[in-house]
Every structure is written in structure tokens, then in C-alpha cells.
């Protein structure tokens, strides 16, 4: 009887499952219509964003697929970038550095162009500026994934990438076994840092304004920006509002189930006395469909690929000349393409004068202390506060949904609030863009930091425990050396977060009037609302080499410190 009803019972949750799944993915398809139909429309030359709440879950829709899309996009460029970059020596010297300059050139010295662009290849449709608005949402999301791949696998202990030799995996088997798997906790966790980074810039993204033109999407961006330029405080606490929501409704459906899930492949021989668990994703581990579906993709997607493989040994000397053409095909372009905007950046660089070179330095050398000030202060908190959360999965469970709110929050949207304490306090905007810019940087150190500390091995804490080591001790012998490759991430992509913060740090709209501090940020920002392309080169040119430059010189050392000194392994 008793097997009856618990067969019965396991019926009903099977039934759940799959009704909640069904559901969603009916959602989904609505959803994609809609996407779909806002994407075909035909460009208007002025969009009206209407300040109704009851506007919102339409906008929330729309800011929602952006960001994803270009999450998706991330999500490949990353683990194709990052591979070749792990993998490849002679590319590495090439790769490394060009993402280092990538992740320091701002938003707006990517959107004029992508704007002109896309705007030109499709002038009558919509699709050109929403593919513009997510190629800025993609600028401020991949690099620190990136960067935390890379390092996961550069980082990956030898007794380990020796077993998988022994054990004679291809390629795409050790990348399936061994590879994701280890960078996966640094990878979801600095995933999460990306979405944040892609709604930081969402009211620039999607009300842009070059010159005398104005380009808007219909989305919490915009909405939240036609709020603030208004000074309409109703609408900017219900974006506040509907972005809390949204943020919560991520993490608790995407994020939660993803971070429970990785705990699998922590690095460690004692299992941990508290089990994170996740209600979405014991729904999916229950679902039938989930399952016919993960069989289905076993079964001929994993079989077509091992196929595929196979045919390409047999036939290796025709694909290696195909690839042989292939690359010095894709050789010739990029080399055109690179050729052709050096003489169009040079061609814009000759009319800087000599007095605007100055200024560019100067102001370059204000918001680099006020970069470093941001790094300083931020790393003050959140290395301990990161370290707390990612040991206690008591505490991660709480805290994880308030640190998502508070990281997802797109920073300029507190601005006005934060402006307004400290004109309270007589804080003028020459210190007070350190703690705008701290805003939206501190939390790339905070989630590495919590990706790190979730690594420490259970049996190396008990160790600790057993030894009653002393706090120093503890951290000086575990700790750092765990966490110390994840930080060295952190800070290398919040000083480049640090750097884009400054655009929205020292220039800022409020109530009708500006409010800005001397730095290149601001300098960038007046330039491109000017439609001045030549002094905004000089500007994200110099930004670009003072990153680089402070790349080569300190984080370079840093991540050889933390592969040598501080290896656990």
C-alpha cells in the first residue's frame, strides 16, 4: 500500500514538473513572438517611451532578450576565445593583449560606429539598432568571462590534465570532461557579474544620442532614462521596482539552479555538511521532458559530432588544406579590415591638436587615480565579504539573491540618489565619481571572489579545523592561494568596469542640468554627444593604451604570482 502511494506521489511531482516546464516554454515562444514582431517592425523616426507602469512588463520583455541574446553570444565567443588562447602559445602573446584593449575601449567609443553601421545595413527595420543595442550589452558582458575562462584553464592542476592524457581524450572529450567542468563555478559566477555589466550601461544602450539624432529602444533603459531626464521620481521607483523583480526572477530561475549544479564539480575529496538545493532545479532533474530531451541530445547530437570527428580523420589531408585556405582567407580579411580602420583612425587622430593631446593626458591621469581609488576601497569589502559567502552555503543561499539585486542593478539608475547625499554633504563630483564608478565596479571583485572561496576543498578547511589554525594562518595558508587566481580576474576586469563606469561617472543629467568632473570619462562623453569622432579617438585611444599598459606592468606579474607562489595544487 505504502508503494502504491508513493508511487502515486512520484507520478503527481513528475506531473508538476512537466506542466511548469510546458508552461514555460509556452512563455518562451509567446515571448519570441513578440520579440520577433518588435524586431520586423519598420523604423519610426522618433520612438515615444511612455512613463505608464503600466508600460513596464513590456519594456522588461524587451531589455530581457537583449540581454540574453548577447549573454548567448558571450557565452560562445568566450569559450572559443578563451580555448584557443589556453591552448595556443604564439596566440596567447597576440590574444591576451588584444583583450585587454577590447575591455578598456568604453561603450560609447564602440556605439557611434556600431550605431552608423547597422543603422546603414538595414535602414528601414528595427533589427539594425537592436543589433547595435546588444553587440554594447555583448562589450560589457564577455571580458571578464573571458578572462575567468581563461585563467580556470590555465590554472587546471597537472595531476589532473596528466590523468586525462593517460585515459587518451580527444580534444572535445577533455573540453566535455575536464575543462567546463573546472572552470564552471568561475564561469556562472562571473556570469552572473555579465549580465550585471550589460545592465550597468542600459540607459546609454538604449537611448543613445549622437549629435542631433536620437536613437531609443523601448525598454527599462530608456525608461528609466526619459524618467531621470524628467525628474519624474514616481516612474524611477517603479523601474527601481520592476528591476528588482526582474532580477529576483532571474537568479531564482537561472542562476540559484546553475550554482547549485556546479557544486558537482568542486575540486575536493570530503562533500561539504551543507547541501545547496534548488526547487527549479529538482523540476528539471523530475521532468520527462528534460530527460527524452537530454537522451535525445546524447543519443544523435553527441553521436553526430563523434561521426563527424571520425570522418575528419579519415579524410584529415582534405580538411587540413580546406583549413589551410580557410585560414589565410580569414587572414587576408582581418589584416584588410585592420589596415583600413588604423588609416581611418589616423585620418581622425591628425586633427587632434596638440593642446587637446594634453588634455586627453590629463584628464587620462585624474580618472586613473580615481579607477585605482574605486579598486582600493572596493577590494576593502568585498575580498572578506566574498570569502564569508562563498564558504557558507547557509549564508550564499541568502545572500546570493541580495548581492544579484544589488550587482544586476544598473548603477547610473541610483545616481540621482547618490548625487543627492552628496551634494547633502558638500561631495563634489570630482570625488564623488570614485564612489559612482565604485557602484558598478566592486562587484566583479566580490563575485570572484565568492567563485573562489567556493573552491576551497571541505577536506582542507576540516584540516584547518582539526590544527586550530589561526585566522592568519588560515587565510595566508588556504585561502589566498584559493582565491587568489579568481581576484587577480576580479581586479583585472573591474579596473576595465572602473574604466567604462567613468563615462556615466563624470558626466551626468540630472533635473535639466549637468553635473560633470574633470576626467577622460566625461571627456568621451561630451565628445560623443558633440558628434566630435576625432577627439573621441584620441580619448578611447589613450584610455585603451593606459589599460594595456597597466596590464603589461601589474596584472601580467599578478597572474604569474597567483599560477607559481600561490598554486594549491
Known sequence: MSLIKSQVKLEKTFFLADLIIFIFIFGAFWALLKIAQRWGAPVQPLVEISLSPWSLP???????????????????????YGYVA?????????????????????????????????????????????????????????????????????????????????????????????????????????????????????????????????????GIGSYMSVAIEQGNIQAMFYAILTMI????????????????????????????????????????????????????????????IKEILS???????????LSKIFRWTLLILVTFFILDGIIHLFSLLSKVSFADWSTILGRGSLTLLRTLLSLFIGSIWAIPTGVAIGM????????QPVTQIAASFPAPMLFPLVIVIMNYFGISLQFGAVILMMLGTQWYILFNTIAGATTIPTDLVEVGKIYHLEKTKFWRRVILPTIFPYLVTGWVTAMGGAWNASIVAEYIH????????????????LSTSKGDFSLLSGSVLVMALMVVLFNRLVWKRLYSIARTKYALI
Open 510 to 525: 540630472f533635473k535639466g542640468r549637468t553635473i560633470s568632473a574633470t576626467g577622460l570619462g566625461s571627456l568621451i562623453t
Open 245 to 304: 523583480l526582474m532580477i529576483i526572477g532571474v537568479d531564482r530561475l537561472l542562476w540559484r539552479p546553475l550554482v547549485v549544479w556546479s557544486q558537482k564539480f568542486k575540486f575536493e575529496e570530503t562533500k561539504s555538511a551543507v547541501i545547496s538545493n534548488s526547487f527549479i532545479l529538482d523540476l528539471f532533474q523530475e521532468s520527462k521532458i528534460i530527460s527524452l530531451l537530454v537522451d535525445y541530445l546524447n543519443k544523435k547530437v553527441l553521436l553526430k
Open 86 to 218: 589556453a591552448h595556443n602559445k604564439k596566440a596567447e602573446k597576440i590574444m591576451i593583449p588584444i583583450l585587454d584593449i577590447l575591455q578598456s575601449i568604453p561603450v560609447l567609443g564602440f556605439l557611434p560606429g556600431l550605431v552608423i553601421s547597422f543603422i546603414s545595413i538595414f535602414p528601414h527595420w528595427n533589427i539594425g539598432l537592436e543589433l547595435a543595442c546588444i553587440l554594447m550589452i555583448f562589450s560589457g558582458q564577455v571580458w571578464n568571462m573571458t578572462f575567468s575562462f581563461y585563467s580556470s584553464l590555465k590554472s587546471i592542476p597537472q595531476d589532473l590534465i596528466d590523468t586525462v592524457k593517460v585515459w587518451k581524450f580527444g580534444r572535445l572529450e577533455k573540453l566535455l570532461r575536464l575543462e567546463l567542468p573546472y572552470a564552471s563555478i568561475g564561469l556562472i559566477w562571473n556570469s552572473m557579474m555579465s549580465m550585471a555589466g550589460g545592465w550597468f550601461f542600459l540607459t546609454i544602450c538604449e537611448a543613445f544620442v549622437l549629435g542631433n539624432k536620437d536613437f531609443r529602444l523601448p
Open 311 to 321: 570522418q575528419r580523420k579519415v579524410n584529415q589531408r582534405k580538411v587540413t588544406s
Open 392 to 399: 557558507n552555503p547557509r549564508l550564499s543561499k541568502i545572500l
Open 58 to 80: 513590456k519594456y522588461t520583455l524587451f531589455s530581457l532578450s537583449r540581454g540574453f541574446v548577447a549573454y548567448f553570444l558571450s557565452l560562445i565567443f568566450t569559450i572559443i
